[in-house]
């Protein structure tokens, strides 16, 4: 009986040993399976981050698209090309690719086929990212849920739709080669320099264009015009370049589109911020902004004085006076956190003032603290809207060229579609609780909204702000102005009683009267 109870507490014993042992053995096996799957998750989250920094998303999602399943047209120097869907999906996508494959794309600009990738996608700038970055980059997208979605065909003349045209050109213009940091610098400026001139490919826009596409590295960042915009100079220049600004000011004009003494990002530029800058790292922003500083200053142009657009009786003066002074200032200066400056403004120094006509024009949405831009060149001919923007970029010791002219601005107000005119879509509600009231018909916002005139803006204003702030305690005041605007847009576009360029001043009037009730009540 003693022997027969001494096997049963040895076979226990063994029992719970194997138990330990499974336990210890699976704990072993589970380890190495879980680091891979949390260092894949930390190789995606890097993907996505510079995913983000190369904006990606920008040029392979068309409107209303699902991102990254291509579809967008691009217009360049050789006609209309449709951006490739970069989902994992095998047949319209990129499920097949092989990370070589997808590497070659990147660093040398040539497909999967074998076929050269048109310059469209900047692989002259993204060539100088490291293998390790790209790869990262295609385990994100890889992550993403395939989108099976066939890309459009390019819209492009002869000789330009033959692609081995383009190694001509690439033997022109295509530098091969990944970045090397330059040890004379700082690990902060090599960043930068590795972010400005590689996944940024901030010179695409800001480098002097010359032909064929190509961005000229003689005029390194001093600016130039792309698709009737006008990138401003960059370079470390005092007077021109980013050199005038603080560290500070440009981190947030980065991260925000919005600075004091700045200005307001707009067009290709806001869409930058919105999509790539914003999503960064201060670090990586403040290393941006330490390479900007560190480069050569160049200027863009020769100061000059036109006495035409100065003085009294200055040519501009009056239609100023008459449509800006009252938010800029008799002295340009705005007002602070509400109204940008024009005095040292980017936009404004810059080399061409087309983005100055584009703003007049087009006007801005509510950005920050700032109100938004009326459209208030919907009101305006041509030749004054002309006279303004050179009297604003000859005054207050502002000595851009004064080269608008009444056909320039013509030409612009042609390309110049945005909601705040009414020439665009109008905008959609991002922002969930806030759609939510809005659209809620117990809230009688709509209803306001279909009964509002120019006589009864203030207080259709008054009446529907409170409930959206009700609604929506924490949404920053730009949303809620843009928002009740993007409300407004269809409503007004519909209205039969108003005609015209009524339309757009009427439209305007009501998100300057949401801004005045917000910050009204914000300092009671």
């Known amino acids: 009986m003693a022997t027969r109870q001494a096997g049963l507490t040895a076979m226990a014993s063994l029992c719970q040993t194997s138990v330990v042992l499974a ?27 510079l995913a983000d920094a190369g904006d990606c998303v920008a040029c392979h999602t068309k409107k209303d698209g699902q991102p990254y399943a291509g579809g967008l047209y691009l217009s360049t120097p050789f006609g209309q090309i449709a951006s490739p869907n970069i989902t994992p999906d095998k047949e319209t996508g990129i499920g097949n690719w092989t990370d070589d494959q997808f590497y070659r794309a990147i660093h040398e600009g040539i497909d999967n086929d074998g076929d050269h990738i048109y310059p469209a996608m900047p692989y002259p700038y993204y060539t100088k990212v490291t293998r390790d970055d790209v790869l990262a980059i295609k385990a994100y997208l890889f992550s993403l849920q395939p989108v099976q979605s066939k890309r459009p065909p390019n819209k492009m003349e002869f000789p330009f739709n033959i692609r081995a045209g383009l190694v001509g050109w690439n033997q022109l213009f295509f530098h091969e080669g990944t970045f090397q940091p330059d040890p ?118 020769d100061n000059t004085h036109n006495t035409a657009f100065t003085g009294p009786a200055a040519v501009g003066r009056d239609a100023y006076l008459n449509n ?26 810059a080399g061409g003032p087309q983005d100055v006509i584009r703003v007049v024009l087009g006007g801005i949405e509510a950005r920050g603290s700032n109100a938004p831009m009326p459209a208030i060149g919907a009101g305006m001919t041509d030749h ?60 009688g916002i709509g ?47 519909q209205d039969t009683q108003v005609q015209g360029v009524q339309k757009v001043i009427q439209f305007n009037n009501f998100s300057d009267q949401v801004y005045s009730v917000l910050t009204s009540k914000g300092k009671e």
């Open 184 to 301: 004379s610098k700082s690990a902060e400026i090599n960043r930068g320099a590795y972010l400005v001139e590689g996944l940024g490919h901030c010179g695409g826009c800001h480098n002097g264009r010359i032909l064929a596409g190509n961005s000229s590295e003689a005029e390194r960042l001093q600016g130039g015009e792309l698709q009737n915009w006008y990138a401003p100079n960059i370079t470390a220049d005092v007077r021109q370049g980013v050199g005038k600004y603080s560290d500070e000011q440009l981190v947030t004009y980065l991260k925000s589109g919005v600075a004091q003494g700045v200005g307001v990002a707009n067009g290709p530029m806001a869409e930058t911020i919105h999509d790539s800058l914003s999503k960064l790292t201060d670090a990586d922003l403040h290393a941006m902004v330490a390479y900007l500083k560190s480069t050569p200053a160049k200027t863009t142009y």
């Open 447 to 493: 209803d306001a909204l279909h009964g509002l005139t120019l006589v009864n803006v203030e207080q259709v204003a008054e009446q529907i702000v409170p409930k959206v702030k009700a609604a929506a305690p924490h949404a920053q005041q730009a949303d809620i102005v843009n928002s009740l605007t993007a409300a407004y847009c269809p409503v007004i576009k």
């Open 324 to 349: 800006c002074a009252s938010c800029h200032q008799l002295d340009g200066k705005g007002i602070p956190g509400a109204v940008a400056s024009l005095v040292g403004d980017a936009s404004v120094l």
């Open 23 to 49: 336990t210890l053995l699976s704990a072993a096996l589970a380890a190495p399976a879980q680091a891979a799957t949390d260092a894949n998750a930390d190789l995606i989250a890097r993907g996505k981050y």
């Open 384 to 443: 004054d809207i002309a006279d303004v923007v050179n009297y604003v970029r000859q005054t207050w010791g502002n000595a851009a060229p004064a080269t608008a002219g009444g056909g320039m601005v013509g030409d612009l107000r042609k390309a110049t579609v945005t909601a705040m005119n009414l020439a665009g879509d109008c905008p959609k509600i991002d922002q969930p609780e806030i759609a939510a009231v809005v659209n809620d018909p117990h809230s």
